[in-house]
């Protein structure tokens, strides 16, 4: 169980064109969302909140209107990275709130590696 | 938050156990500690989380002692595969606070023959 699935594995798109990631949660629920990036050989650092029904939460200093994020449904959110240019570059990893569970442990998808040429 | 603290890396041999050390001093009442393991190019990886006392399961154990300022994370005979990077992670369980994680540095496990 807890198996959260990411969409595409990895991408490869050009300056100025725009990419959407989508993030699943397959067996559970999950009413909260968060999208995270990584750079090499750096740790994981939490871009957004995303809430089912609602509009997301951003962190300090990433870009609402660069990165869209919608969460339509108990099992799905997008990321939707516009205009990308190559300092986007990064691999984006969604995870899961599995708040049914008494001690509401996050799940992570594997995943998307993006590469703005 | 709390912050936590882990040693930036660590060396073990095939078959040894290993014990990594987390610091969380602001631990919240209501804050359970998580332990995630993170390989080259894939997501993190749940082992473990546990609240006080000791949590074991089929593949590690936590310690948390009665103050909770720390917490250690115990691999029995580790092989090869266990090479990692090793997340120590606190968050609330309050949904209204989000439950939002906040990654520190991990500690890089590196497993020789």
């Known amino acids: 169980g807890a198996v959260v699935s990411q969409h595409p594995s990895w991408v490869i798109c050009k300056s100025g064109t725009s990419v959407k990631i989508e993030c699943r949660s397959l067996?559970?629920?999950?009413?909260?969302m968060f999208w995270y990036r990584q750079f090499p050989k750096q740790s994981l650092m939490l871009m957004a909140t995303?809430?089912?029904?609602?509009?997301?939460?951003?962190e300090q200093g990433v870009e609402k209107d660069k990165f869209l994020i919608n969460h339509a449904s108990l099992t799905l959110s997008t990321l939707t990275v516009t205009s990308a240019h190559p300092e986007d570059s990064s691999f984006y990893i969604c995870?899961?709130?599995?708040?049914?569970?008494?001690?509401?442990?996050?799940?992570f998808g594997p995943g998307t590696r993006l590469t703005v040429l | 938050l709390a912050k936590t603290t882990q040693p930036i890396s660590m060396d073990s041999y095939e078959g040894q156990e290993v014990n990594i050390t987390c610091s969380h001093n602001?631990?919240?009442?209501?804050?359970?500690i998580t332990w995630y393991q993170q390989f080259p190019s894939q997501g993190p990886r749940f082992i473990i989380q546990?609240?006080?006392t000791k949590v074991t399961n089929e593949v590690a154990s936590l310690f948390i002692p009665a103050d909770r300022k720390s917490s250690t994370l115990s691999l029995p005979r580790v092989s090869l595969s266990d090479t990692a990077v090793y997340y120590c992670?606190?968050?609330?369980?309050?949904?209204?606070?989000?439950?939002?994680?906040?990654f520190g540095q991990g500690t890089e496990l590196s497993v020789k023959p």
């Open positions: 992670l606190v968050g609330t369980t309050i949904y209204n606070q989000g439950g939002k994680l906040i």
């Open positions: 995303s809430n089912e029904g609602s509009k997301a939460t951003y």
């Open positions: 602001n631990i919240a009442t209501n804050d359970y």
């Open positions: 546990g609240y006080k």
């Open positions: 067996d559970f629920q999950a009413t909260t």
């Open positions: 995870s899961a709130r599995d708040q049914l569970l008494s001690t509401d442990t996050q799940y």
